[in-house]
């Protein structure tokens, strides 16, 4: 059956785990990676699934003021995107279609960086 990995997203078997690895979720291959990469592929990951919930919180719009201010660009730069979308309009329903008419700076920016991907799946 195996364990699914939560940095690469494979479900690896059992022996790609090493003790910490089960309970973190991370496979041996990932565990190798620099932590900076590591955490950038979690960061990345944790915004999108922000997109994925029916409703942006406060608490979450906090989480990602603090991503906002992230020393790497990437991770800056979706944070901003993806706070400025839920001030907009925190809940899912019908978000595209109002960002669309009220603001279609930002649904581009969805685009460009992928993050409307996030938004349907």
């Not at 109002?98 to 991907?117: F, K, M, S, W």
Request: hydrophobic share 35%; proline share 4%; with cysteine.
């Amino acid at each position: 059956m195996g364990h699914y990995c939560r940095i690469c997203g494979r479900t690896r078997p059992n022996e790609t785990f090493s003790g910490k690895g089960h309970r973190t979720h991370v496979c041996r291959d990932c565990a190798r990676m620099p932590k900076p990469e590591r955490d950038t592929v979690e960061r990345e990951e944790e915004i999108f699934n922000y997109l994925k919930q029916s409703h942006i919180s406060k608490k979450n719009l906090a989480r990602l003021k603090t991503l906002a201010a992230s020393d790497n660009p990437r991770i800056a730069e979706l944070a901003a995107i993806v706070s400025e979308v839920a001030e907009v309009k925190p809940h899912k329903r019908k978000r595209l279609r109002v960002l669309a008419h009220e603001r279609r700076d930002l649904l581009e920016a969805l685009e460009r960086t992928g993050l409307i991907l996030a938004h349907h799946w």
